[in-house]
């Protein structure tokens, strides 16, 4: 068992290993693409538009500048304005709802689930005659139960966009997140499963009119063809950025299958402390393949846990600075979930990344352990 009096420094994130990890390959990727001056809106991106759409077996996708910038898009592509509410999981980052505001419609937080995910019965609750879209967050690298809210879409005559910033890869029903609704966002965040060295981020859709009007979106009202049909912005995934992206995604496997162990070490050796809430063990629902964006826990004595690690070099982190959507008082929200608000005390992060090694998982479990007085 690990030694707790030999301290060791396990820190929630790693931001160097994102570039140590593919060194060579970014330096390789520099050259090529500085000695090629192609720069924005190259061939490299194209071809990983191409394998990003393959992989999620989409027939589109768009590498845009940020994911709130791919949401925000799709948000508008979809007609949503105005008059219009989309109602939206209350766990989930300011950046969901704030697609939603500017594109002029009211964002609708509403209760989630056991799952961290958005609960489908009070979507169906928060319906009214404004509601134009759900709006899903695929939190933490798991898909929400997807059957459950096209039902409630259908009945209601709603559309779906996806929040699938933290889901790439991830599956409910072997069908990938990003491709239930009529389109949704992803982040190449550098600290996502698939990052890159700055922002980044992609739309994805099935739709061909929908394709074309966030196509227009992102780089200044330019069609297809290349005439300036609409007004547009400027939200265009950096050549660069996508040459790297495209390297990773060919290892994405690979990474999925790393972070799949950790979160299963995770399981083995913290399913007994009666304390903790752990999130889905990696295969045990069939139904959802999961990535595990992020391991997110319940725990009793929240707070004194996360001193009690960082005491020990361990860091964690209480996702969304510890407020959900609806608790953003500033913003006019004015729900009472009160669900989502006991959950808020008790939500604690664990370290997640390929940084991590074997023995890190195995100190951070033994502190937990410790903490409440369990056997290393």
């Not at 068992?1 to 030999?6: D, P, S, V």
């Not at 070099?313 to 959900?324: P, S």
């Not at 808020?344 to 998982?361: A, E, G, K, W, Y």
Request: net charge negative; hydrophobic share 45%; glycine share 8%.
């Amino acid at each position: 068992m690990t030694n707790l009096a030999m301290l060791r420094a396990v820190p929630f994130f790693a931001y160097p290993h994102v570039f140590a990890a593919i060194e060579a390959d970014v330096l390789r990727i520099i050259a090529d693409v500085g000695r090629r001056g192609a720069f924005i809106l190259q061939r490299d991106l194209t071809l990983f538009e191409n394998n990003l759409a393959a992989f999620l077996n989409a027939k589109h996708t768009l590498g845009v500048g940020n994911a709130t910038d791919g949401l925000h898009f799709a948000v508008r592509a979809a007609g949503i304005g105005p008059g219009d509410e989309v109602i939206l999981s209350s766990h989930t980052m300011i950046a969901t709802a704030a697609a939603v505001h500017f594109a002029g419609a009211t964002p609708v937080p509403v209760e989630c689930g056991a799952d961290h995910l958005v609960d489908p019965g009070a979507v169906e609750a928060a319906i009214t005659s404004r509601t134009r879209a759900i709006l899903p967050t695929q939190l933490n690298g798991r898909t929400c139960n997807m059957d459950a809210l096209q039902t409630v879409a259908g009945r209601h005559g709603l559309l779906i966009i996806e929040d699938a910033a933290q889901a790439l890869g991830s599956k409910f029903k072997g069908r990938c997140a990003g491709t239930f609704g009529i389109a949704a966002a992803i982040s190449f965040y550098p600290a996502k499963v698939l990052g890159c060295l700055g922002d980044g981020g992609a739309v994805i859709t099935n739709d061909e009119e929908l394709y074309e009007r966030m196509y227009q979106m992102r780089d200044h009202g330019r069609s297809t063809n290349g005439a300036i049909v609409s007004w547009g912005l400027n939200s265009r995934l950096d050549n660069l950025q996508a040459a790297l992206l495209d390297i990773q995604l060919k290892k994405y496997e690979d990474v999925m299958f790393r972070r799949r162990q950790i979160a299963a070490l995770y399981t083995g050796w913290l399913e007994d402390v009666t304390e903790i809430v752990l999130p889905p063990a990696p295969d045990s629902d069939p139904d959802h393949f999961d990535i595990y964006q992020n391991y997110e826990i319940e725990v009793e004595h929240r707070d004194e846990l996360k001193q009690y690690l960082e005491d020990r070099g361990i860091g964690t982190l209480i996702q969304w600075g510890g407020q959900a959507i609806h608790q953003l008082k500033a913003l006019g929200f004015t729900q009472h979930l009160p669900y989502t608000e006991r959950l808020f005390t008790r939500l604690l992060m664990l370290p997640m990344n390929l940084s991590l090694s074997d023995d890190d998982v195995r100190y951070v479990c033994d502190s937990i352990r410790a903490f409440y007085g369990y056997p290393q």
